[in-house]
């Protein structure tokens, strides 16, 4: 079982930079591939990023040059840098860790979201 808390959601300017943590307990958070989704108001949820359990990453057109995925596994922790933020980013951000190491692996636990709001 893995539980997960994301922060460091918030409002920014377009242009500005915001760094969310996803922080997990549960032992076998190291040997899981981990995946950042968002969802805006009435669209569906979108996969924004993934790492793998070796640190092999992936990124949505979309976000691709802007955001950096990156993870600790000392402690137990996923980022998501985000810079040169614009207004369609703005949406609720999961943290969801996978079923396995790697980034193919299917969703399997995840957290309770945290808002990002970028303003124009």
């Known amino acids: 079982q893995v539980q997960l808390v994301e922060s460091g959601g918030g409002l920014v300017q377009a242009g500005g930079s915001l760094r969310l943590s996803c922080a997990a307990s549960?032992?076998?958070?190291?040997?899981?591939?981990v995946g950042w989704y968002r969802q805006a108001p009435g669209k569906q949820r979108e996969l924004v990023a993934t790492?793998?359990?070796?640190?092999?990453?992936d990124y949505a057109d979309s976000v691709k040059g802007r955001f950096t995925i990156s993870r600790d596994n000392a402690k137990n922790q996923v980022c998501l840098q985000m810079d040169s933020l614009k207004p369609e980013d703005t949406a609720v951000y999961y943290c969801?860790?996978?079923?396995?190491?790697?980034?193919?692996?299917?969703?399997?636990?995840w957290g309770q979201g945290t808002q990002v709001t970028v303003s124009s």
């Open positions: 969801n860790a996978r079923g396995g190491p790697s980034r193919s692996s299917p969703p399997l636990y």
């Open positions: 549960g032992s076998s958070f190291s040997i899981r591939a």
């Open positions: 790492i793998s359990s070796g640190g092999s990453t």
